[in-house]
Every structure is written in structure tokens, then in C-alpha cells.
């Protein structure tokens, strides 16, 4: 069965960097791109971009360039969102989403709680 | 951008009541298709694909939940609200980047 799972919570002081991972099974990682979602506390969903499976090649939502990276390592399967300088307002869970054919998100990971705090 | 409104914000049911939920978008999401999808997201979980082409259940989804609309105006609707229907709506757009979401609806117990 398709599933991703996502690395674990990270509390980092500000100005530090994290990366947090996303590992697909159950299909062929490369067949659909990857998505990342942030989800401030109490709030909605906000879409971050995504990186296309086939070609490593990012694309990133306005607000999300600059201390956001996306990358992948199709050997196993793994999606990364490596995010530095953190601010306060990075404190988040962030989540991947495979998209469907059809373009909706069909599978999310469980989410990673990122807490940035001095 | 696609700007998605979703009504009411809060909606307060008992169990076996209909739940309609509205999503309105600034701009039309429907061709020959409708790019449009519903999710549900319950607390301390990830959202879960209910809907997408603003009426096909995704897989395992029960056949309570309905959606319907196309252009601008779509409704999901839970026909017989059920305990574990308690959670917050969130629909999506994917006609067009950057893919937007709505403010949600949580559906809370009356």
C-alpha cells in the first residue's frame, strides 16, 4: 500500500537549519512529483511547491524561495525539505503529499513538527 | 491566484444529521473537468483525500460523503453524520499554481 512516512519532530534555535525527510513505498517513487505543505499551529494548509520525481528539478510558491530547499534521493525512495536561517515563523508542521494523476493529493505523510525556539 | 471561501466556518450537528459544506472560488476550476478537491483533517492527523474532480470519492471513502458544483460554486455533503465525521474541511484547487487551499470548516459536535 502506498504510504510516506516523514522523519520526527525537530526543535531548533533560530538561525539553525533543518532537514526533514519523506519516504514513499508502495509505488514507484518516480511516477508522481512530490509536495510539500505547510501548516502553521491553528491554522490551514498552505502549499509550499514541489519537486519533480524524474528530474530533481524544484519548483517553489512565492514566499517559500530562498531558505527552502527541496531535494530527493531516488535510490531510496526520499523526498527532503531542508529549510536554514529558521525564524520563529517556520515553527510549523510540514507535510509531503503525493500528487494524484488527476493533480489532487492523494497520500500525505504523517507531518513533521519543526518548533523554533530560542 | 484562485481564492477559495469556504462557508460557514463553523458548523455545529449532532450525529445523523446532514452536514453542507460550501467552497467558493475566485475564478472558475472547471473545464471539461473540475479541478477541485475536499479533504479532512482530523486533530493531530494529516488531511485525507476525500473528493477530488469535485465528485469522485477517493478510495475507501463512504458513500455518505457527496461533492458536487463546478465553475466557481461546490458543496460537499455528509449525509448522515457519523462520530468519526467530526473534523475540519479544507477544499484544494489544482487548476492552476500556486495550488490554494480554503480556510476549512470544522464540523464540531452541537
Known amino acids: 500500500q502506498v504510504q510516506m512516512v516523514q522523519s520526527g519532530s525537530e526543535v531548533k534555535k533560530p538561525g539553525a537549519s533543518v532537514k526533514v525527510s519523506c519516504k514513499a513505498s508502495?509505488?514507484?517513487?518516480?511516477?508522481?512529483?512530490m509536495n510539500w505543505v505547510r501548516q502553521a499551529p491553528g491554522q490551514g494548509l498552505e502549499w509550499m511547491g514541489w519537486i519533480n520525481t524524474k528530474t530533481g528539478n524544484p519548483t517553489y510558491v512565492q514566499g517559500f524561495t530562498g531558505r527552502f530547499v527541496f531535494s530527493l534521493d531516488t535510490s531510496v525512495s526520499t523526498a527532503y525539505l531542508q529549510i536554514s536561517s529558521l525564524e520563529t515563523e517556520d515553527t510549523a508542521m510540514y507535510y509531503c503529499?503525493?500528487?494524484?494523476?488527476?493533480?489532487?493529493?492523494?497520500?500525505w505523510g504523517q507531518g513533521t513538527l519543526v518548533t523554533v525556539s530560542s | 491566484e484562485i481564492v477559495l471561501t469556504q462557508s460557514p466556518g463553523t458548523l455545529s450537528l449532532s450525529p445523523g444529521e446532514r452536514a453542507t459544506l460550501s467552497c467558493r472560488a475566485s475564478q472558475s476550476v472547471s473545464s471539461s473537468y473540475s479541478y477541485l478537491a475536499w479533504y479532512q483533517q482530523k486533530p493531530g492527523q494529516a488531511p485525507r483525500l476525500l473528493i477530488y474532480?469535485?465528485?469522485s470519492r477517493a478510495t475507501g471513502i463512504p458513500d455518505r460523503f457527496s461533492g458536487s458544483g463546478s465553475g466557481t460554486d461546490f458543496t460537499l455533503t455528509i449525509s448522515r453524520l457519523e462520530p468519526e465525521d467530526f473534523a475540519v474541511y479544507y477544499c484544494q484547487q489544482y487548476v492552476s499554481s500556486p495550488l490554494t487551499f480554503g480556510g476549512g470548516t470544522k464540523v464540531e459536535i452541537k
Open positions: 474532480g469535485a465528485s
Open positions: 503529499a503525493r500528487r494524484s494523476s488527476w493533480g489532487d493529493f492523494d497520500y
Open positions: 508502495g509505488y514507484t517513487f518516480t511516477s508522481n512529483t
